[in-house]
């Protein structure tokens, strides 16, 4: 299984950016398809993105045009960056990897196997 460590998160006020980051303790983007999930207190966890193995990418709805996820395989890193960040952005986020090479891979929380420990992003009005 894939060791997975976020960091990047902090308190923003409504309409600012954060970078989360979550390095990966091996190389994993000709075998894992990458997402970034997040929950909120007293609500399921929730996924927002993913990265296949083929670098296509899926969002939620609820973030899509605003975050954006990347990778840097030199650096063994995947990024999700938050623009105009609103007070209902503010939860806990995951990353999590899925051994799963094809291309579709959508934000599902029961196909990721391997969790980061999460990293707190709290977004003021």
């Known amino acids: 299984q894939v060791q997975l460590v976020e960091s990047g998160g902090g308190s923003v006020q409504a309409g600012g950016s954060l970078r989360l980051s979550c390095a990966a303790s091996?190389?994993?983007?000709?075998?894992?398809?990458m997402g970034w999930f997040r929950q909120a207190p007293g609500k399921e966890r929730e996924g927002i993105a993913t990265?296949?193995?083929?670098?296509?990418?899926k969002y939620a709805d609820s973030v899509k045009g605003r975050f954006t996820i990347s990778r840097d395989s030199v650096k063994n890193t995947i990024y999700l960056q938050m623009n105009s960040l609103k007070p209902e952005d503010s939860a806990m986020y995951y990353c999590?990897?899925?051994?799963?090479?094809?291309?579709?891979?959508?934000?599902?929380?029961?196909?990721?196997?391997?969790w980061g420990q999460g990293t707190q992003v709290t977004v003021s009005s």
């Open positions: 990265l296949d193995t083929y670098r296509d990418t």
């Open positions: 999590a990897a899925r051994l799963y090479s094809g291309l579709n891979c959508p934000p599902t929380v029961a196909d990721f196997g391997s």
């Open positions: 091996t190389y994993v983007y000709n075998r894992y398809c």
